[in-house]
Nanobody, 123 residues
Framework: QVQLVESGGGLVQPGGSLRLSCAGSGRTFSRYYMGWFRQAPGKEREFVAAITPGGGSTRYSDSVKGRFTISRDNLKNTVYLQMNSLKPEDTAVYYC????????????????WGQGTQVTVSS
């Protein structure tokens, strides 16, 4: 099992940047596929980005490609989401996910979740 704790959310103006962090517990963190999802009010949780255990491969949703970057530091048991050129439509609760299999786009096909961190993009 792995426990996940997100941090780094907050209020930012359009065009600004934020970096989210997700700290994982346990000595097997480096074996997990990791991902970020988000959920806006009244909407279903949606896939944002994913990274392989070694960090060598990443993928993104079309809505964030070119603006967001997922990375990980296995020595620190942490995965990051660097968010640049933020837009109001990026406003959501952002969740970190982990799985021993590749991260699935459908949120409830992934095994482990953090509690979420709120990101609000507004002037």
């Amino acid at each position: 099992q792995v426990q996940l704790v997100e941090s780094g959310g907050g209020l930012v103006q359009p065009g600004g940047s934020l970096r989210l962090s997700c700290a994982g517990s346990g000595r097997t963190f480096s074996r997990y596929y990791m991902g970020w999802f988000r959920q806006a009010p009244g909407k279903e949780r949606e896939f944002v980005a994913a990274i392989t255990p070694g960090g060598g491969s990443t993928r993104y949703s079309d809505s964030v490609k070119g603006r967001f970057t997922i990375s990980r530091d296995n020595l620190k048991n942490t995965v990051y989401l660097q968010m640049n050129s933020l837009k109001p439509e990026d406003t959501a609760v952002y969740y970190c996910a982990a799985d021993r299999a590749p991260i699935a786009d459908k949120w409830n096909d992934n095994d482990y979740w953090g509690q979420g961190t709120q990101v609000t993009v507004s002037s």
